[in-house]
């Protein structure tokens, strides 16, 4: 871990759960920066625009700022402008995904016109009639794309449904995958966060709480991995995986003493 140059946090379940700080996070990620680091945050959460997550990491103590973080309705955002600027979207998602996709000239409909492409995200609004919205739209034709593909969300009270269950919705009524998922583990999620930081994949570190995410994303990426066990995985579950972690901490409060040597 020596030649660390770049660090990815993942944030539910890494840096902070629910609207507590993981204990050590904010020294860990201060002594990181002084070490040298260079620090990207990202979310799969698509529930509010970077500058909240940016806030909120800052409130408990990480100063950060709008440009320090990548969610995956930024880099769906990103990825739909540069595929059909202007194209229609029948978004499931919460109103926040709807506003950022708009700034990026896209135009979130109601479903009952063209649309061009139906989004999955994590909704907690979700019901019968944004199902049948959505699955009527790829029936005539929209392309179907994602956030994200988390099972579930870690809150303070343990875990809610996340993205998956839209997405299995969708695909149980009409036989569909969707073409794009934006988030963890897509390489669009880890090349925004390279790509920002100005450094190659070999210089980086991942650090995150799923294996099937996080560790899969960097692993992929060529980059070094570290899992922490205050989020959704168990040590327990490691060795059922295909994705194994080149580091296994109990919090990210360990972190540093790992990479204590970067320059």
Sequence with gaps: MSTIRGIIFDLDGTLYRGDQAIPGAPEAVRRLRRAGCRVTFVSNKPLQPREHYA????????????????TSGHVLGCWLAREAPGARLYVVGEPPLREEL????????DGSGP?????????????????????????RGARFVATNSDRTCPVEEGEIPDA????????????????????????????????????????????GDR?????????????????????????????????????????????????????
Excluded at 60 to 70: E, R
Excluded at 120 to 132: C, E, I, M, Q, S
Excluded at 217 to 235: C, H, K, Q, S
């Design 55 to 70: 806030g909120k990491l800052t409130r408990l103590g990480i100063p950060a700022g709008p440009a320090d973080v990548l």
């Design 102 to 109: 708009r700034s990026f000239g896209l135009h979130p409909t």
């Design 115 to 139: 649309v061009d492409f139906v989004v999955a995200a994590f909704d907690r609004t979700f019901d019968y009639v944004k199902l049948n919205a959505a699955f009527q739209a790829l029936r």
């Design 164 to 207: 998956a269950a839209v997405i299995g919705a969708l695909e149980g009524c009409t036989g569909q995958r969707p073409e794009l998922v934006a988030g963890k583990p897509s390489p669009l999620m880890i090349e925004a966060g390279l790509a920002r930081m100005g450094l190659p994949a070999g210089e980086c570190l991942v650090v």
């Design 211 to 263: 294996l099937e995410t996080d560790i899969r994303m960097g692993i992929e990426a060529g980059t070094a991995t570290a899992l922490v066990l205050t989020g959704v995985t168990r040590r327990e579950d490691i060795p059922a995986s295909p994705w194994r972690p080149d580091l296994v901490l109990e919090s990210v409060a360990g972190l540093p003493d790992c990479v204590r040597h970067t320059t």
